[in-house]
């Protein structure tokens, strides 16, 4: 895996609390020092904040490394430990796979979530704040 991908991989760790696709972290605790590390690696330009580009960014690369078999889906059998909750609530026409429109539009709505001062850059301390809210 180049370092590219790994850095992209830690904040799709955390994304993974952001959606469905999120199993890994709903099944163990988010620690503070991990989130500010995910953080970090999503915040490809390193100006403290991550922008929408940057967190668009980060769900297509975790989206096509979950995409195992190439299908432009995820089904249950390519997560680890599927958060069944999540799925189903992501999985809006309910079809038993999560498109990429679908993770978007779910990974969209928790920017603003997120986005705590709706000023449209995500700060760590936001990000922290949400992730132990999950």
Not at 59 to 73: P, Q, T
Request: net charge negative; hydrophobic share 40%; charged share 30%.
């Amino acid at each position: 895996m180049t370092a590219f991908k790994k850095k992209n991989y830690l904040f799709y760790l955390v994304s993974i609390a952001f959606f469905a696709a999120t199993q890994l972290a709903h099944s163990a605790e988010i620690d503070e020092p991990f989130s500010k590390a995910a953080f970090h690696a999503a915040d490809q330009n390193k100006d403290g904040f991550v922008n929408e580009a940057e967190y668009s960014a980060d769900i297509i690369d975790a989206f096509v490394d979950l995409d195992k078999n190439n299908n432009k889906k995820i089904e249950k059998n390519e997560l680890i430990e599927p958060d069944m909750t999540d799925f189903k609530e992501t999985d809006s026409n309910k079809d038993n796979v999560l498109t990429f429109d679908e993770i978007m539009q779910g990974k969209m709505d928790d920017y603003q979530s997120i986005d705590k001062n709706k000023d449209g850059l995500l700060t760590v301390e936001e990000t922290i704040l949400y992730d132990k809210a999950q």
